[in-house]
């Protein structure tokens, strides 16, 4: 058994080309020119040094020491690099010159010169095995991944037992994804080396690349088993964890990849990933901002804490981070969108717009972009501009139910029913299990009248969800317009026992109470309404509606003076409770409030009319005719010939008493 020079990684001689642990070379020194300083040893004396600012450096003056030796290490060996070109000039057949030369000159990435010379090696020494592997280590450094292969199974054929061999050829494999392949490789690798915690991570890693979680939990768990400080491989279990949805043990793993190495920002970001889908979203943040205290140049990380952020309705903050990744990537399509969310969320729809408008010139071939767009057009009232988006979206991806849905809602904004019908009709053809498509043609269907077909999609839509009160105070308020008022009932009913705080079931259910008059029960509707919700005016008036039906006129003046003292500028309030005071004999105070209705709106003919016949009980007779000659003009002019001809005969009566 020999030692790693670098970790101390105990290992067996003509076995192992590469120390499993570090990744150091090795292979023997080779021969060099007298009086020169060895490549190999160099390389390996920066290794070291690299080795010992990860695990002991603790002081900046250490640090400073130890890179100012990493510094010299490297201007001695491109000092070497000279030498090595000396030595091939001496003697061109020297491979192991060349090989040492490929070797700087992959130290200092000039892999094209490095190939060119581990190619010579090879060349006058065709079984030199480390060539082939160095220079299928430079090809994949420039990505020539067959290339690669091919070295390494030339390696492999030479020493059939080198772990490494197998693995690195297991890596390139990797590369361009041919993951059986290299799963087959590390295999072998392990085979010839059970102890190797790389090849057992990376070969996990290929299981995760074809779905096997299973097999790539379990590899990543060997090699922690060999290297408990083996923070990759807890962060890759944790994403095969994740892959199967196992939470808690997926952020275990990123916790303690974080605990071994606090400096790597993939973990925390990892970890924040983890926390976001479990809904812990300031965890979530926590993780991602300590992703970007480490590597604020990623535009992932600000999106992703933005993400959180817009979870919990933190919306400033979720901009500040869009925009920050925006800063760093302004070419992402998905950026500008989720800013652009966030605007609307905040109600801040023409910035909402610009953004969108950004992603779709970044990306035109993105529905939802188009939908998002559409959707704050129609919160400022641009429906055609919607409409345009939605139609965009839809040829985009015509098999997506909701941006049928949501363009027959901007066709329903502009009473154009017919468009709205079709379009739901299209959702409900794609997409039948959903509800709200068949409550919203019910709805469209309730605009032109045609109530049996509305009443058919809401029972539909309550067929599917049962539990969704509207659905059935949408079918009880079809069912009032149709005068089936027992079903109405029964339909608001069943909202309220659904939902027995919405006052406005059982307003609803009252006025249908009311139209069979059941008064008593159309007031306590009313009243429950009112206790829900005793800043609406309107319960409070038809509640008076109700007490003047059974008489109880002062029930009623006092209801319709809280309906007034709600909304002041409501005439017919006033015309209400005027009416209300004519029934009680107090006309004066009739006169007040038909005077106050006409103030607010002079062009209703009945508050003239009613008026009239106020000042007609006070024996005022030339104001009587004045309000019944400008009730009957007003009438004239609305074509209303009924009340015409009774406005008439009341004039006629008017001028026969004086």
């Known amino acids: 058994m020999a030692q790693c020079p670098v970790c101390g990684t105990e290992y067996t001689e003509e076995q192992v080309n590469f120390c499993t642990t570090c990744g150091w070379d090795l292979t023997p020194y080779p021969m060099t020119l007298a009086g020169q300083i060895p490549d190999a040893f160099l390389e390996k004396e920066k290794a070291k040094l690299a080795w010992a600012k990860q695990l002991w450096v603790k ?15 490297e201007r001695d060996s491109l000092q070497s690099l000279v030498d090595y070109t000396q030595a091939i000039d001496l003697n061109p057949k020297d491979a192991k010159a060349y090989y040492n030369r490929g070797n700087v000159y992959r130290q200092i990435e000039d892999y094209e010169s490095a190939i060119a010379d581990y190619t010579q090696a090879i060349a006058i020494n065709p ?35 080198s ?32 102890k190797y915690a790389t090849a057992y991570c990376d070969r996990g890693f290929a299981y995760s690349k074809i779905e096997d979680y299973q097999s790539a939990i379990a590899d990543f768990t060997q090699a922690i088993a060999i290297n408990p400080k083996y923070a990759t491989a807890y962060n890759n279990r944790g994403v095969a964890y994740h892959e199967i949805k196992e939470c808690q043990s997926e952020i275990a793993d990123y916790t303690q990849a974080i605990a071994i190495n606090s400096k790597n920002a993939t973990f925390y970001h990892n970890c924040g990933n983890a926390y976001y889908e479990i809904k812990e979203y300031q965890s979530a943040i926590a993780d991602y901002t300590q992703a970007i205290a480490i590597n604020s140049k990623n535009a992932t990380f600000y999106h992703n804490c933005g993400n959180a952020y817009y979870e919990i309705k933190e919306y400033q903050s979720a901009i500040a981070d869009y925009t920050q990744a925006i800063a760093i990537n302004s070419k992402n399509a998905t950026f500008y969108n989720d800013r652009g969310n966030a605007y609307y969320e905040i109600k801040e729809y023409q910035s909402a717009i610009a953004d969108y408008t950004q ?33 965009q979206a839809i040829a985009i991806n015509p098999k ?8 027959g809602n901007a066709y329903y904004e502009i009473k154009e029913y017919q468009s709205a019908i079709a379009d739901y009709t299209q959702a409900i053809a794609i997409n039948p299990k959903n509800a709200t498509f068949f409550t919203n043609r019910g709805n469209a269907y309730r605009q032109i009248e045609e109530y049996q077909s509305a009443i058919v999609d809401y029972t539909q839509a309550i067929a599917i969800n049962p539990k969704n009160a509207t659905f059935f105070t949408n079918r009880g308020n079809a069912y009032y317009e149709i005068k089936e008022y027992q079903s109405a009932i029964a339909d608001y009913t069943q909202a309220i026992a659904i939902n027995p705080k919405d006052a406005f079931f059982y307003h609803n259910r009252g006025f249908a109470y009311h139209e069979i008059e059941e008064y008593q029960s159309a007031i306590a509707d009313y009243t429950q309404a009112i206790a829900i919700n005793p800043k609406d005016a309107f319960f409070y008036h038809n509640r008076g509606f109700a007490y003047h039906e059974i008489e109880e006129y ?5 209801d319709y003076t809280q309906a007034i003292a709600i909304n002041p500028k409501n005439a017919n309030f006033y015309n209400a409770r005027g009416f209300a005071y004519h029934e009680i004999e107090e006309y004066q105070s009739a006169i007040a409030d038909y005077t106050q209705a006409i103030a607010i709106n002079p062009k209703n003919a009945n508050f003239y009319h009613n008026r009239g016949f106020a000042y007609h009980e006070i024996e005022k007779y030339q104001s009587a005719i004045a309000d019944a000659e400008q009730a009957a003009k007003l009438y004239q002019q609305q074509g209303n010939k009924e009340d015409y001809r009774e406005i008439q005969e009341f004039l006629k009566e008017l001028q026969s008493s004086q």
């Open 59 to 73: 002081s900046q003056s250490q640090l400073s020491l130890i890179q100012e030796q990493i510094e010299e290490a």
């Open 127 to 161: 079984k030199y095995i480390t060539a082939y592997h160095n220079r299928g280590v430079a090809y994949r450094q420039i990505e020539d991944y067959e290339s690669a292969i091919a070295d390494y199974t030339q390696a492999i054929a030479i020493n059939p037992k």
């Open 163 to 194: 772990a490494t061999a197998y693995h690195n050829r297991g890596n390139a494999y990797s590369k361009i994804e041919d993951y059986q392949s290299a799963i087959t490789d590390y295999t072998q690798a392990i085979a010839i080396n059970p």
């Open 359 to 391: 992603a779709i010139a970044i990306d035109p071939k993105n529905a939802t972009f188009y939908n998002d767009r559409g959707a704050a057009y129609r919160q400022i009232e641009e429906y055609q501009s919607a409409i345009v988006d939605y139609t």
């Open 400 to 407: 997506n139910a909701t941006f049928y849905n949501k363009r």
């Open 554 to 558: 002062q029930s009623v003046i006092a």
